[in-house]
């Protein structure tokens, strides 16, 4: 219901209330599941994501850096 909201930035829940700007990473959790959302550019494709779990309890996630416009030297 709230989901819309959150896509503002804005939310109410086990951590307070979140503004845009002010968190790229958001945790709820449901009665069967835990969910983390993390906001990465736009322009980062599926296939270049990677996630991986390093150890129990430890979960890593991957993707490029994003490249800044190149300049030439003369």
Request: proline share 5%; aromatic share 10%; charged share 35%.
């Amino acid at each position: 219901m709230f989901e819309e909201w959150e896509d503002f930035g804005i939310r109410c829940g086990p951590f307070g209330l979140a503004f845009a700007g002010a968190s790229r990473v958001r945790y709820r959790s449901t009665e069967t599941s835990h969910m983390l959302r993390v906001r990465i550019e736009a322009e980062v494709k599926k296939q270049d994501i990677k996630v991986r779990l390093v150890k129990p309890g430890l979960l890593e996630i991957e993707w490029p850096r994003s490249k800044g416009e190149e300049i030439p030297v003369e």
